[in-house]
């Protein structure tokens, strides 16, 4: 019989998930089954479960018609467990690394009826928050089992179902399910302490428990939060059924207790209950108290936590929710203080230099209480680099369609001749920049505005970002911080917060997004816009393209495209065009382009220009050009992998230094396992893949198609049609 049955429910957390069965499936001890439940999520979840179940025989997928909770969903899964304990685990936590091999001598060893584990709470920047555990056992608790009478403090651990390893048997001579409804775990946590004969401890964190910035239940404000009681109900109706047999009468004063304090928490929390259902819900905390409260054995608690247990008590509503006022305003107050203390301070700093930049900065604010203009479009792209990318694809789009709407580009005073003829444009830094900023009702752009640009009401942000991402983005980079230097997170997240759309090329982009930044924006799963010309190019374009780079009829041109190193400014991965130009033969033609974020070396390339079969392409413009002239792409971690897989034309990974860019830089999925084309990890194995012939080979076929249908389904051409129609004219209305 299998040790443990792992019980993940599915639903919405596509972020999440493949952190979640990494944690599982990775651990040193594979005596294990996985039984996720798909609760008829409607995002990828389902996809990456199919890859899951199809890469290991441990996992087994259930899926559900319709989405039934996450009570019932468990229901499921332990109807289709077949080990010796069951352990329910959320599908957005994981699981601290090397964790079951203890788990697992502690349950042989003791044979627990429940095992209790301990957590962290980790949040979105990755701080993490102990648990009551040390609080409630300052010393060490042993490896002895009990029953819930001899160690009532145990109550006051988290009541949730993923920190207990539950022996099956025991679940099934109880008949113990978990109930429908929002807080179910305490239904089933507390009957199932109650009930056990043997409970354990282990003083070890073996669960990190994520505090999402968005779309978690405990974050939702909603009157399902009501459920607690129909919970608690539950909790207590079981206590008076089982009475002594399970010390009902000693811990009945202890559940009371606790059951209050989480009634509290509840309407405590500002984000749960809304305002005008917060009398009603403390009416349902007095109405239990006094249903509930035990006949002896109670002593009510002192200091300001035992004043509101009199207030509930006592049904004093308006008294309570004064005293909450009072100590929200003392809050609010010394926050305000201290806010102000740091304004003060930069408002001297600010005095003290008065000048151009200040002028405009107050030009701006003044503007911003000027009324939106309805039809301006405010776009730009690359830290206002030029017209391209998304933006440029969607603002050519918003022309044709959206003819209403007056599209002005930023762009840096140096870039301003790269612009197209009739674009309209303002310089960054300018009176006239300010004045489209604050005005506009759209704002489009594939990185994010400056900090100083507000979020006005009415207004528009359209984050279109720019490439399909293998390093890890966002709230993920503080785990590399060599990729991340002088990263300001919680900025970061105030930039996140202005966005309304987020585009989105692929579904894996949509996960990593989801993660990387979490926030209430609106996922627009389009494909790129600024692909739709890659999948419209007629044979025609290419010759005119190919023509305008100097590229003979008949060429094999080979495009190297490598991407930035944030963590190595100025490396470059060993490359020598000569001897890739010579295993290419007469015919062969190379492209190399830099990333426009590279240190360029002193000669304003760093590229043998002497040889006329090497064009250094670096600063051509758009980089569209470029994919349709190449034949062949070579690239290492770029998202030009993914563009460029529109084209259906050969792909090669070189990537020399794999092994210390996925450990200091983070990337979100293995390309070498996963690739659109054959790997090269040293020069010699490039020269290699063009000598062989396996750039263009069946199993080179083969793994570009399977890319393809991973990363380019929503690429038809029409995605920039789609994303104007969604946000401008949806928004004209």
């Known amino acids: 019989m299998t040790l443990i049955s792992f019980v993940v429910p599915v639903h919405r957390v596509q972020g999440y998930l493949r952190e979640c069965l990494d944690s599982l499936l990775g651990q040193a001890f594979d005596d294990v089954e996985v039984i996720a439940v798909d609760d008829c999520s409607p995002d990828a979840s389902s996809e990456i479960l199919t890859g899951y179940a199809g890469r290991d025989p441990r996992v087994r997928v259930v899926r559900l018609t319709g989405n039934v909770g996450l009570g019932p969903a468990r229901n499921v899964g332990l109807d289709r467990a077949t080990g010796e304990y069951v352990w329910f685990v959320d599908g957005d936590d994981w699981l601290v690394p090397d964790r079951l091999p203890v788990i697992a001598r502690r349950l042989r060893a ?89 409970i354990g401890l282990l003083d070890l964190v073996c669960v990190n428990y994520r505090q999402r910035r968005a779309g978690a239940i405990t974050r939702t404000t909603a009157d399902r939060h009501f459920d607690v009681f129909d919970q608690w109900d539950r909790v207590f109706r079981f206590l008076t059924a089982h009475g002594d047999t399970v010390g009902g009468r000693e811990l009945r004063p202890v559940l009371f207790e606790r059951m209050i304090w989480h009634y509290l928490a509840v309407l405590g929390n500002g984000q749960r209950i809304a305002p005008e259902l917060r009398a009603a819900f403390f009416d349902r905390i007095t109405a239990d108290h006094a ?6 054995g109670h002593r009510t608690p002192g200091g300001a936590e035992g004043l509101k247990h009199r207030l509930v008590a006592a049904g004093r509503w308006r008294a309570f929710s004064a005293l909450r006022a009072a100590r929200q305003a003392g809050t609010t107050a010394r926050t305000a203080l201290r806010q102000a203390g740091r304004r003060g301070g930069l408002a001297l700093r600010g005095t003290a230099g008065l000048g151009r930049a200040a002028a405009l900065r107050a030009f701006y604010q003044a503007e911003l209480r000027r009324p939106v203009d309805p039809t301006l479009a405010v776009y730009a792209a690359y830290w206002y680099r030029g017209y391209a990318c998304n933006p440029a694809a969607i603002h050519a789009a ?32 300018t009176r006239a920049y300010f004045r489209a900023l604050a005005r506009a009702r759209w704002l489009v752009n594939n990185v994010n505005f400056p900090d100083y640009v507000r979020k006005r009401p009415g207004s528009v942000h359209l984050q279109t970002h720019h490439g399909t991402p293998v390093k890890v983005m966002g709230l993920d980079q503080q785990r590399y911080p060599a990729g991340a230097p ?46 739709d010309r890659l999948v419209t190019a007629t044979a025609g374009e ?14 094999r041109v080979v495009l190297y495209a490598p991407t930035h190193r944030e963590h190595l400014p100025g490396y470059r991965p060993p490359f020598d065009p000569g001897r890739l130009l010579d295993v290419l ?31 250094d392409v670096s600063d051509h413009a758009p980089v569209e050009d470029l994919y349709l002239a190449a ?12 563009d460029y897989a529109v084209l259906d034309r050969p792909i090669v990974l070189y990537v020399p230094d794999w092994a210390a860019y996925r450990l200091t830089r983070g990337v979100y999925f293995d390309v070498t396992a996963q690739p659109p084309g054959p790997v090269a990890v040293t020069f010699a194995d490039l020269l290699d893949v063009f000598v062989s012939g396996a750039v263009t080979s069946a199993d080179a076929e083969r793994d570009r198609q399977r890319f393809r249908a991973r990363f380019c389904l929503w690429e038809d051409g029409h995605a920039a049609e789609r994303v104007v129609r969604r946000v401008f004219l949806d928004q004209s209305k």
Do not use: C
């Not at 987020?502 to 997004?513: E, G, H, L, R």
């Open 291 to 296: 249903r509930w409260r035990p006949a002896e």
């Open 110 to 198: 003791t044979r627990p009826d429940v095992l209790l584990v301990d957590h962290v709470r980790v949040r979105w920047d990755h701080t993490a928050t102990r648990s009551a555990w040390r609080d409630i056992f300052p010393e060490p608790v042993g490896a002895e089992t009990f029953r819930l009478r001899d160690r009532p403090e145990v109550v006051g651990l988290l009541h949730t179902a993923w920190n207990k390893l539950i022996r099956r048997e025991f679940l099934l001579d109880l008949g113990l399910r978990f109930a429908p409804g929002w807080y179910e775990d305490v239904s089933f946590t507390y009957p199932a302490l109650l009930a056990a004969e043997r």
């Open 398 to 429: 918003a022309r044709r369609l959206a003819p209403h709407v007056r599209g002005i580009w930023v762009v840096r005073r140096d870039r301003v001749d790269a612009l197209p003829p009739g674009v309209e444009y303002v310089v960054a830094g």
């Open 585 to 615: 033969g007469p015919t062969g033609r190379l492209l190399v382009r830099s990333h426009y974020l590279h240190d360029r070396e002193p000669d304003g390339t760093g590229w043998p220009v002497g040889d006329p079969r090497v064009v």
């Open 631 to 642: 034949d062949v792409l070579v690239t290492d971690y770029s998202s030009a992998m993914f």
């Open 486 to 531: 002088g990263m300001d997170f919680a900025r970061l997240l105030r930039r996140i917060d202005r966005w309304d759309y987020s585009v989105s090329a692929n579904s894996f982009s949509t996960q990593m997004w989801e993660r990387a930044y979490p926030a209430s924006y609106t996922t627009l799963e389009v494909g790129y816009p600024r692909n």
């Open 542 to 555: 290419v010759a005119e393209v190919r023509a305008a780079l100097g590229v003979a009829p008949g060429a």
